[in-house]
Each structure stands twice: as structure tokens, then as C-alpha cells.
């Protein structure tokens, strides 16, 4: 597949922006915090390193036209808030997957809403896509609501689809198809 532009998108409180070799404290920081990591399907990272590899992929997947990771500053102090992704996109199918990693301090403020209404825009924008897929656990209500705000339905339910650290764990599976894909989710409205 053509490589991929990885795009710098605005919105009413964040920028989207390809990443920087210079994030990778900020992505360390976010991805170490058991938290943050509560439901996600790895162990929060131990070493530094894992922020190199993080952003290797980052370049990795533009390259190869797979898709992109933008990472997510708040607009009125330029700080980390966290990172987006639109990954597996397969242009025969016109489809793709979501995803979505925000620190605790960014959390219950609609900044993840925000954000993935602004991939998701690009992405039906310029990848001509028919559908968005994405998957959360079970048990993590926020990434649920998140994603029915943005106007994905719930498709299904991968039974113990995850161990992390002997813990084993659900996940709902999200779609969006282009022809739901409407303004009820605008920027102004998702907060």
C-alpha cells in the first residue's frame, strides 16, 4: 500500500499531530500508569525503551500505509493529554480500526470524544472508508460511551478475548458504518 500523511488536525480544544522523537517521556509516563492501563490489553510498560519501539511503530505503520498514530496535545497549553490511532486499514474493504489512549488527568472532559471524532472525520475523509471498527473491555464503561457518542454500534462480544497478567477479560466490539456516520457528534456537542 502508498505510504500514508500522517495529518495534524485542530479542534475546538486539542491538536492531533504525528509524533516527535521528543514525546517519548510523555508516552512512557502515560503508558506506566497502571490506571491508565486498567482495562487495556497489556501490562503497563516497565522500561523507557518501550516509548522507542511505540514510536518506531508510529513511522512503521505510515510507512507501509496501514495507518496512522497522532498524538494528542491540548490546545491551550500544548501539553500531552495522550494518543489516537486509525490502524488495519485495508483499502479493499474500505475498513479500519479506532483506538484511543488518554492520561487520567485528560479523563471525563470529552478530550477522548473530541479526538476520535477528528480521526474518524479524516479517516471517512481521505481513506474513502465504508467502516470503523473498535474494540474496549467489557468492563470499561467510559471507552463505551465514547464510542456511542461518536455513533458506533455494538456489534458483539469477544468472550475472554484477553489475559493480561492472569486476568482474563471481555471485549465489545464496535462498528460505524460511512452511511451512520452523521453530525450528531460534533465537536461542540460531545463534551
Excluded at 43 to 57: C, H, K, S, T, V
Excluded at 65 to 78: K, P, T, Y
Excluded at 125 to 154: H, I, M, P
Aim: proline share 5%.
Amino acid at each position: 500500500m502508498p505510504p500514508l500523511t500522517t495529518p495534524t488536525l485542530t479542534t475546538a480544544r486539542l491538536r492531533l499531530r504525528p509524533f516527535v522523537g521528543t514525546d517519548a517521556e510523555a508516552l512512557f509516563a502515560l503508558h506506566r500508569d497502571a490506571e491508565v492501563l486498567r482495562y487495556w490489553d497489556a501490562p503497563p510498560w516497565e522500561d523507557p525503551i518501550r516509548a522507542d519501539g511505540f514510536l518506531a511503530r508510529c513511522e512503521q505503520l505510515a510507512e507501509e500505509g496501514s495507518g496512522v498514530r497522532v498524538a494528542i496535545d491540548r490546545a491551550s497549553d500544548g501539553s500531552f493529554v495522550g494518543w489516537c490511532s486509525l490502524s488495519r486499514w485495508n483499502p479493499d474493504f474500505r475498513s479500519a480500526a479506532l483506538g484511543y489512549c488518554l492520561g487520567g488527568t485528560a479523563w471525563g472532559r470529552g478530550f477522548a470524544t473530541e479526538a476520535a471524532h477528528a480521526v474518524v472525520q479524516w479517516a471517512f475523509d481521505t481513506l474513502d472508508l465504508n467502516r470503523v471498527q473498535a474494540e474496549t473491555d467489557t468492563r470499561n464503561a467510559a471507552s463505551a460511551r465514547v464510542l456511542e457518542k461518536l455513533g458506533f454500534v455494538l456489534e458483539g462480544t469477544l468472550r475472554e478475548d484477553c489475559i493480561v497478567e492472569g486476568d482474563v477479560s471481555d471485549s465489545w466490539v464496535y462498528g460505524l458504518l460511512r452511511r451512520e456516520w452523521t453530525a450528531a457528534a460534533t465537536p461542540a456537542e460531545v463534551g
